[in-house]
């Protein structure tokens, strides 16, 4: 092989510029050839989170998004879910900043009568083994735990405040405020979702 | 040394973190189950061979004022690449690891075998010590995982081996991390010795 | 094909101009520091024990890249290889030396040095030392507390519980010095390895006259000069009642050992002679014999948490 | 309030037995064994030889230095040889040893019982003469008299403190003295007044010597300028650090003598010796010591000559009990173990202890539980526990940064340390190495 | 001269303090909040503690035997401070395989991993209940009654703490004042009979111990009486800023485990500092820590970690606070 | 009270090294004694605001400009290495005695991913640059706490005699981990 190249100025210059070169080429490959996947991947994900909160539809609820802005950096999004243009649920992605380590991000799915259908974490900071639990504990199906699940529950009927503090919900043992923040997150989703109800219905009816 | 020993000596002599103590922030940030672990340290042996083979093969027509810069940018290449590779195809993965993944491009490992071993040695067995040491990383992390998963949620790869509830919370977290990498390494050096 | 195209550009403007900045800030704020210094450390073992005198390794090669003549100066870890590796480094010719190993020159144990006090203190023999003359009569002799021991880094060292006196582990010795360093008595020596390990020192440092020293221990060279006179090569010389052989003058021709009336000269190594030596205490061979004897309860027990600590 | 030093201190049991027992004279010995280096500072140089007849008093060696001090007969007869004996340690010593015969006395020496009062001499005759007779301090360190007394030039003293405290357990030799010999230690102080030419002399006496402190204050009223000071009952009050700060409330800087805050400190048996040195003009060559402990027969304080062999003076006071393990020259607290009793008395002897198994063997030594009492007791303000620590790790950097030659070796540290932690020998360890490194320096 | 002397440097006699002594008598010290304890919880209280306790023996002289392969130490009283200080953290209801993983936290990784008694950086008791108050949030938080003796063990009734109540219920929007009305009174909380942990119930039995160990010198003033201050002057301050957010002196300094923590366990000598002048700062540390954490804080409870973090202190304090040197000027 | 938050929360609560797991490798390499972390935390300190005030500007003005974010690895590492480096020739040159204290530590920071991590989590808070500088200055400060606090029980530990096995890595990495357990008690401030 040929010997070391000296650390002149122009060895240094060219060698560097043909490596960023390179890797520029590289990278924008790269970035080019996974820019396809990547937005497939993450598309999938959040129809995927909406398959899971509402009941089967065959519209694309992605196109049909429209967007509530709660303050001045965070925005509410609502999916209508449709069976063959009949509305049959509405997935809408909330969030609150109550949580025990800021934002807990959820897709919650309402019926259109505002029943909860299903819910999703997308997004947390809690705790693990604390509050990360949320993602399972609010629809557990066993009937002794019943109070813990919103699952079919109306936040317009039932009181969506955790029991410690008078509500009808059990929170997370040892994971109040988690929950508290839970509850908020979905009373906030269900607030606007009610609140543009009509003028949805009207929209798309 | 014969290409066999360039191979394996990364996975338990000179095991870059109980032994070499390389790369220590991935290894006690990820490693909160044993799949993360797995994930981060594949990942990481993907960019230890890829940059371990280029570098041998460019490191002489590099000037030593800008051998770092120029290693770095090689690496970083890698990083960045998988970092597409795996939000694309592992998504969950990708956003369970989070900051760790860019963060590989300054993980000792990587670059002290790039300095250390590529850049002095021919290509085949700068690949074979890539794959060995991140092999020996890739163990070490998913041994770590399943420790600290089973001590702290009863499961290993997800799989349920006792209730939770007798689950050690603090193994998830942040002093869990130290401590049973701590106590780790005190069983290997043990072993070692007898 | 824009982003890719936006990519390279941008790469390569930054990595072009911190090449462009950092050759300019380089030439600029130059600071010489010699390469050779790189070189050198690479090259010693990186033990830093200190066994050279200096604080660590990377000091000890800025020491040896500094010094006009580096022939004094010693690695004992790496020993003679190590330095000729430094020597051919920085140009200068090493000449080898000879090996050396740590010896101890008190032979003694608790039977032929009878106690005369319980020592009641911290185990240490330089606190020991400084306080009385220890608890034999030999106030020159080894005081059995296992400081060397202590120092020595590379585990060549141990008290032999029976004897009471510490033994060098030749294959694990490096010369490094520090046990010399440690003794406040200074009973070791380093001395040279001698072919096959062959070695022959006066294992004694008491410089009492013959009569006393004789009392307080069995086997103390006694100053009688017999040896000195039966040594052909003149390696042996008497001073303050006390001889001492030359390891360079002396060719291990044994007389020396047989004509001692005490037999405080050691010899390490040997094939057993062929014809009995007359009437020679058996003191002479390879390792002191000594029968196990009760030692006084508290400084033996410490002596030997020392020494399992050490093992 | 009695008056105190603040920092530090420990209560340890007082057991002086021997406090009622009046001072016994001890008869004199068959041969004296006379070390040439029985001070602090370079040994004196033997100017007589085999075979030469000295009486009592007869100057036998000499200072050979500004720090030493002459050595005087304290036997008439003849001087049998001169040789390297064991002493206290164990270390063979040279030594001038006397073959007692009679009692004959050089004629220079006054030996009537007459007080003398009226100070005769000049300053600087006083401490040449105290120089003459070898005096050292009696108060254990036996550094020689004179040095001290002639102050470095610039300094100024304006006040004598005389150490009285006898603090150290079991030891009543000097409280017997007060007793005994009050008035002429009060010349003696009036002399070292006149010496370092202060007006003002104070006497440190610790409570649990009341009679004492009675008598004194009494006796005191008859002479100008000396104060008595009881003091609270603490150990290791005689500390000269610690007696200055008790009674006028100045504290020596670190590495600074006395001097440095205008005192001089002086044990009140040397006192005694300067008057018997100034008005008698006796050399040091007799003293008085205590021999004490729980198992011996009759603990009491005797006169003995310098070179009594310690088994003679043991023999006086009831034998050696069956239960010593532990033969101590000085106090328990900064006494000398001996290795034998077969070595003569010095200058330094204040007293003789024998102490039992019980009484004094070491304990199993724990790790530190760093409970902070060695902090709290060390009269230094040191922190005993690192030092041992750093001496044992041979961190000499940080020793030295950490105030290890401040250490007056005290062993309050060891006595309080309930992990029986040897932390004195290792500081005493460290201390050397530190000196030595200080030294290398200079 | 026959018998062989003893030589030894000085000082040649002890005074007779021992490693036991001092640690028997702080067991001595803790024995009538023990015995409250067990008054007012019962059975459920006498099983954690004896588990505790066996559990901190067990491990310590296992350890050491088989692991360390040292002479074990088990009698020189220290495993019994630590167990009963653990067991004195511990709600009374707390099932009996978490307390015994508590002890092996507490002996196996707060001491016995520095080698045992002496060295190690951290109070081993709190080592352990801290490990457990992360691990088992929910067991280690739900306190049974205070209801005088009784033989229920694991199905007590359950009550929240005094902090606990204000904790929940400022978080819940109520007024201080109200909450206040809810605690029971101050005299209750310094006799006993508040839910908590065990050894944290009545603050007299406490002080006794406290009053005890200063008598018998055993610990100085100076860290209790620092953390005590501390708090009070801290929370008086806050409470005086507002006094329907933040609960005042009284309050916070019979609540909790602030005595338990400030007589008991700050005064660990291994892990608080040498000199008076550290152990002031060391104890105004831990003071101001523990308001901190209760009143901003996520736990209720602040003290075992305003201790934990205060020991992580101690050999930066040590080194900058000497005591005070002979003749060193004052300042 | 919106920095006073950031503050206490990157140095207490969400402590770089205790809890975010950030540039442990220094924290365990160069903490033996207390002297050295305090170089060190300078250095860091020092080098982290630059660097983030550095990449600040290099994300805004040329990555998002130009709507290549995904160079960001790369590029904010080069910037980073290539900053080292010069405040390392620059020091050497200019303050020698500064060097020492500091300089010697700098090769080390490259490589520590607390640097790029901080660089790249002020990117993703989307922080103004005045609070992207506070941030930055406080995880600098709670690394540096972390940091000589671990020193100090470190300089302790090697006063004592620790077992076999756990002399060394093991032991510091435990003490790490009840230093971290302690910090834990900061939770829920902010
Ligand atoms: C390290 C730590 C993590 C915590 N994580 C959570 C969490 O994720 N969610 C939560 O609601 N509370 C969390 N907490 C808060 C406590 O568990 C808090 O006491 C609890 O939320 C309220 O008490 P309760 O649910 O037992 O009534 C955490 C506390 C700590 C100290
Ligand atoms: C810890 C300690 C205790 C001492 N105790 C006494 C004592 O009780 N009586 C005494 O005269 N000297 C005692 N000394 C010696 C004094 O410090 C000082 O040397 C002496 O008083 C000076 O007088 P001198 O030269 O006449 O002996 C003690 C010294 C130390 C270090
Ligand atoms: C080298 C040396 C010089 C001394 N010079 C003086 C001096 O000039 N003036 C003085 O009053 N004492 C002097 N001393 C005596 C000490 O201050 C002190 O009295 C003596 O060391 C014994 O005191 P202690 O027993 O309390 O340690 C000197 C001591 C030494 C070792
Ligand atoms: C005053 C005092 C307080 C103590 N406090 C504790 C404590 O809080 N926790 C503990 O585990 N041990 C405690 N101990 C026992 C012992 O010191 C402790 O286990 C050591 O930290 C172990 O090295 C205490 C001992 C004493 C003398
Ligand atoms: S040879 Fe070793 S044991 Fe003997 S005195 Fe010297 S240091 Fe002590
Ligand atoms: S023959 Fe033996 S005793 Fe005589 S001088 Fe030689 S070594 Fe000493
Ligand atoms: S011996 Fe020294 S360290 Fe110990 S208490 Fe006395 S002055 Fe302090
Ligand atoms: S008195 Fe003993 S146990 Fe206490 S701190 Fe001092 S050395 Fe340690
Ligand atoms: S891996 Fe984070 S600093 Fe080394």
Redesign the interface.
């Given at each position: 092989m040929a010997g070391k190249k000296e650390s002149t100025?122009i060895n240094?210059?060219l060698v560097?510029?043909i490596?960023?070169?390179i890797?520029?080429?590289a990278?924008?490959?790269f970035?080019?050839l996974t820019k396809e996947p990547i937005a497939a991947a993450k598309l999938a994900k959040k129809l995927n989170a909406i398959k899971e909160v509402v009941p089967e539809f065959n519209n694309n609820p992605s196109d049909e998004v429209y967007k509530v802005g709660i303050n001045a950096t965070d925005t509410l999004e609502f999916y209508p879910a449709k069976m063959d243009n009949k509305l049959v649920g509405t997935a809408v992605k909330t969030f609150t900043n109550k949580g025990f380590a800021g934002y807990i991000w959820v897709m919650v799915g309402f019926l259109p009568d505002g029943t909860i259908n299903n819910y999703s974490i997308l997004d947390h900071k809690e705790t693990p083994g604390l509050g990360s639990k949320m993602g399972a504990w609010f629809k557990q199906t066993d009937p002794a735990k019943e109070k813990s699940s919103v699952i079919n529950k109306n936040p317009g009927k039932t009181k969506f405040i955790v029991s410690k503090d008078g509500g009808d919900i059990d929170a997370i043992t040892a994971a109040t405020i988690s929950s508290r923040a839970f509850m908020d997150a979905i009373q906030t989703g269900y607030n606007e979702y009610i609140k543009n109800k009509t003028k949805e219905d009207i929209s798309h009816e | 040394m014969n290409n066999l020993q360039t191979f394996t000596k990364g996975l338990i002599k000179e095991n870059p973190i109980f032994v070499l103590l390389l790369g220590m922030c991935p290894t006690l940030g990820v490693t909160s189950s044993a799949i993360n672990g797995l994930g981060m340290g594949l990942a990481t042996c993907f960019v230890l061979i890829m940059s371990n083979m280029v570098i041998s093969m460019v490191s002489n027509q590099i000037p030593d004022?800008?051998k770092i810069?120029s290693f770095i940018?090689i690496i970083a290449t890698f990083v960045t690449v998988i970092s597409f590779l795996m939000e694309a195809y592992t998504p969950a993965l990708h956003a369970q690891l989070g900051v760790f993944i860019p963060l590989i491009v300054v993980n000792c490992i990587v670059l002290g075998r790039a300095e250390a071993f590529a850049s002095k040695n021919k290509v085949i067995p700068s690949i074979l010590d890539g794959a060995g040491m991140g092999l020996g990383f890739s163990i070490a992390l998913t041994l770590l995982g399943s420790v600290r998963e089973l001590l702290g949620s009863g499961k290993v790869f997800g799989i349920t081996l006792f209730n939770d509830t007798y689950g050690m919370l603090i193994f998830v977290l942040a002093p869990g991390a130290f401590i049973a990498l701590g106590y780790l390494i005190a069983i290997i050096n043990r072993i070692k010795k007898a | 094909?824009d982003?890719?195209?936006?990519?390279?550009?941008?790469?390569?403007a930054?990595?072009?101009a911190?090449?462009?900045?950092?050759?300019f800030?380089?030439q600029?704020?130059?600071?010489y520091e010699d390469p050779r210094i790189d070189e050198v450390e690479e090259v010693l073992p990186a033990a830093n024990c200190g066994g050279c005198g200096y604080p660590g390794c990377r000091s000890f090669a800025e020491a040896l890249v500094k010094a006009d003549d580096i022939s004094s100066m010693n690695c004992p870890v790496g020993g003679a290889p190590v330095m000729a590796k430094v020597g051919s480094i920085l140009g200068h010719e090493i000449k080898a030396s000879d090996p050396t190993v740590a010896v101890v020159r008190c032979n003694g144990t608790c039977d032929n040095r009878p106690?005369?006090?319980?020592?009641?203190?911290?185990a240490?023999c330089?606190?020991a030392a400084?306080?009385?003359?220890?608890?034999t009569g030999c106030?020159y002799g080894c005081l059995g507390l296992g400081e060397c021991v202590d120092a020595c880094k590379f585990d060549a060292m141990y008290m032999d519980k029976e004897t009471g006196l510490p033994v060098v582990i030749e294959d694990k010795c490096v010369s490094c010095g520090a046990c010399v360093e440690a003794c406040p008595n200074n009973i070791l020596e380093l001395r040279k390895k001698g072919p096959k390990s062959r070695r022959i020192f006066v294992s004694c440092v008491n410089k009492?006259k013959g009569g006393?020293a004789r009392k307080a221990c069995s086997t103390a060279c006694i100053g009688c000069g017999k040896c000195v006179k039966e040594c052909p090569f003149g390696a042996i010389t008497l001073e303050n009642n006390l001889a001492y052989i030359d390891y360079n003058k002396c060719k291990l021709c044994r007389k020396c050992v047989i004509v001692c009336p005490t037999g405080a000269i050691q010899e390490l190594n040997f094939p057993p002679r062929k014809e009995k030596p007359v009437d020679k205490p058996a003191a002479a061979t390879a390792k002191p014999v000594a029968k196990p004897v009760a030692k006084?309860a508290?400084s033996s027990?410490?002596k030997e948490n020392e020494t399992t600590d050490n093992k | 309030m009695l008056k105190t030093f603040s920092i530090g201190g420990i209560h340890p049991e007082g057991n002086k037995l021997s406090a009622k027992s009046a001072i016994q004279e001890l008869p004199i010995p068959k041969i004296a064994t006379i070390p040439i280096a029985q001070h602090i500072g370079a040994p004196a140089k033997a100017i007589v030889k085999k075979g030469d007849e000295v009486k009592v008093g007869q100057l036998i060696a000499k200072a050979s230095g500004f720090v030493s001090a002459n050595i005087h007969s304290s036997v008439s007869g003849t001087v049998f040889k001169i040789d390297d004996v064991?002493d206290a340690?164990?270390?063979?010593r040279t030594a001038i040893i006397i073959k007692v015969d009679g009692d004959e006395w050089l004629e220079t020496i006054d030996r009537s019982k007459d007080l003398v009062t009226e100070i005769t001499q000049t300053k600087e005759e006083i401490i040449k003469n105290i120089g003459e007779a070898g005096i050292v301090g009696l108060g254990g360190a036996t550094f020689p008299a004179h040095v001290k007394l002639s102050l470095p030039p610039g300094k100024v003293a304006d006040v004598l403190i005389i150490n009285a405290v006898e603090c150290e357990p079991y030891l009543t030799s000097d409280h017997r003295v007060m007793l005994e010999k009050a008035d002429e230690i009060m010349v003696g102080i009036q002399i070292l007044m006149k010496a370092i030419d202060v007006k003002r002399a104070i006497i440190g006496i610790e409570s649990n010597k009341p009679d004492a402190i009675a008598h004194m204050t009494q006796i005191s009223s008859k002479y100008p300028g000396i104060e008595i000071c009881p003091l609270k009952t603490q150990y290791p009050q005689g500390g000269e650090k610690q007696l200055i700060a008790a009674t006028i409330k100045r504290e020596i800087p670190s590495g600074a003598l006395p001097i440095e805050v205008g005192a001089v400190v002086q044990n009140v048996g040397s006192a005694f010796a300067v008057y018997e040195a100034i008005q008698k003009n006796k050399p040091l060559f007799e003293r008085v010591a205590t021999v004490t402990g729980k198992s011996l027969k009759n603990p009491s304080n005797w006169k003995f000559r310098v070179g009594t062999p310690v088994n003679d003076i043991i023999e006086a006071s009831g034998g050696l009990p069956e239960d010593t393990a532990?033969i101590i020259a000085g106090g328990p607290m900064m006494g000398k173990?001996l290795?034998?009793v077969d070595v003569p008395l010095t200058k330094g002897s204040s007293g003789l202890l024998l102490l039992a198994e019980e009484e004094?063997?070491?304990k199993?030594?724990k790790a530190c539980i760093r409970c902070g009492k060695c902090v709290s007791v060390c009269p230094m303000g040191l922190e005993p526990y690192l030092l041992m620590v750093l001496a044992e790790k041979k961190n000499y950097e940080r020793l030295e940064s950490d105030s290890v030659m401040d250490c007056i070796e005290c062993g309050s540290c060891s006595f309080t340390c309930p992990a029986n932690r040897?932390l004195l020998?290792?500081i005493?360890?460290g201390k050397?190495k530190v000196g030595q490194i200080l030294r290398a320096r200079k | 001269m026959n018998t062989?002397?003893?030589?030894?440097?000085s000082p040649h006699i002890h005074s007779g303090d021992s490693i036991q002594k001092n640690m028997y008598g702080v067991v001595f010290a803790m024995l009538p909040a023990l015995l409250l304890s067990f008054y007012y919880f019962g059975l459920g209280s006498i099983i954690v503690t004896l588990t505790a306790v066996a559990s901190c023996y067990f491990f310590e002289f296992s350890i050491q035997k088989y692991l360390l392969k040292v002479e074990p130490t088990i009698n020189d009283g220290s495993a019994l401070i630590t167990g009963i200080l653990l067991a004195f953290n511990m709600p009374a209801n707390l099932p009996i395989w978490i307390i015994i993983i508590g002890a092996l936290v507490a002996i196996g990784i707060g001491k016995m991993t520095y080698g045992g008694l002496g060295n190690n950086l951290f109070n081993p008791a709190l080592v352990g209940r801290v490990f457990l108050l992360i691990s088992f949030p929910v067991q280690m938080t739900s306190w049974p009654k205070a209801l005088g003796f009784n033989t229920s063990y694991i199905d007590a009734e359950t009550a929240a703490t005094p902090l606990a109540i204000i904790k929940e219920g400022l978080n819940k929007g109520d007024s201080l004042t109200d909450l206040m009305a809810q605690l029971p009174s101050k005299m209750d909380m310094f006799l006993g009979s508040t839910g908590g942990s065990l050894g944290e119930v009545a603050g007299a039995a406490l002080v006794l111990g406290l009053i005890y160990m200063l008598v018998k010198k055993i610990i100085s003033w100076h860290i209790p009486v620092a953390i005590i201050a501390t708090v009070a002057i801290f929370s008086g301050i806050l409470n005086m800023a507002n006094p329907e957010a933040y609960a005042g002196p009284a309050f916070h300094i019979l609540s909790g485990g602030l005595l338990l923590g400030a007589i008991f366990m700050a005064t660990d000598y291994v892990t608080s500092p040498m000199s008076n002048k550290g152990k002031l700062i060391y104890g105004i540390g831990i003071g101001l820590l523990t308001v901190v954490i209760r009143v901003f804080g996520a736990y209720p409870e602040g003290v075992s970690f305003a201790i934990l973090i205060m020991n992580a202190f101690v050999p930066l304090i040590n080194i900058s606070s000497k005591p005070k040197r002979f003749g060193e000027k004052r300042k | 009270m919106e920095y006073i938050l950031i503050v206490i929360s990157a140095i207490f609560v969400n402590n770089v090294v205790l809890a975010q797991f950030l540039g442990i490798c220094p924290f365990l390499g160069v903490s033996k004694k207390i002297s050295t972390a305090v170089g060190m935390s300078g250095a860091v300190t020092f080098v982290m605001i630059l660097a983030t005030i550095v990449t600040y500007l290099?994300q805004k003005y040329?990555?998002v400009a130009?709507?290549?974010e995904f160079?960001q690895t790369?590029?904010f590492i080069?910037?980073i290495a290539?900053l080292v480096?010069?405040v390392e020739?620059?020091l050497?040159?200019?303050s020698p005695a500064l060097f020492q204290a500091l300089g010697v530590f700098l090769p080390l920071i490259t490589t520590n991913c607390a640097i790029l991590g901080v660089a790249i989590m002020t990117i993703q808070k989307d922080y103004t640059l005045l609070k992207a500088v506070v941030f930055s200055g406080s995880t600098a400060i709670g690394f540096g706490l972390a940091l000589v606090l671990f020193a100090g029980l470190r300089e302790q530990l090697d006063l004592v005699e620790l077992p076999k096995g756990i002399k060394g890595t093991p032991a510091a990495l435990i003490t790490a981990g009840l230093l971290a357990m302690a910090f834990m008690g900061f939770s829920g401030i902010v």
């Open positions: 100025f240094m210059v560097l510029f490596i960023t070169l890797s520029g080429v990278l924008g490959g970035y080019e | 004022k800008v810069p940018v | 094909m982003t890719i195209v936006i990519t390279i550009i941008a790469l390569c930054i990595g072009v911190s090449a462009i900045i950092l050759y800030v380089a600029k704020f130059k600071v106690k005369t006090n319980t020592y009641d203190g911290a240490s330089t606190i400084s306080l009385y003359s220890g608890d106030q009492d006393i006084t508290v027990e410490n | 064991m340690t164990g270390f063979r532990k173990a290795v034998s004094t063997a070491r199993d030594i040897p020998d290792y005493r360890l050397g | 062989k002397v003893l030589v030894a440097p | 290099i040329i990555l130009f709507g290549i160079m790369i590029t080069l910037v290539a480096q010069l020739i620059i050497k040159k200019v």
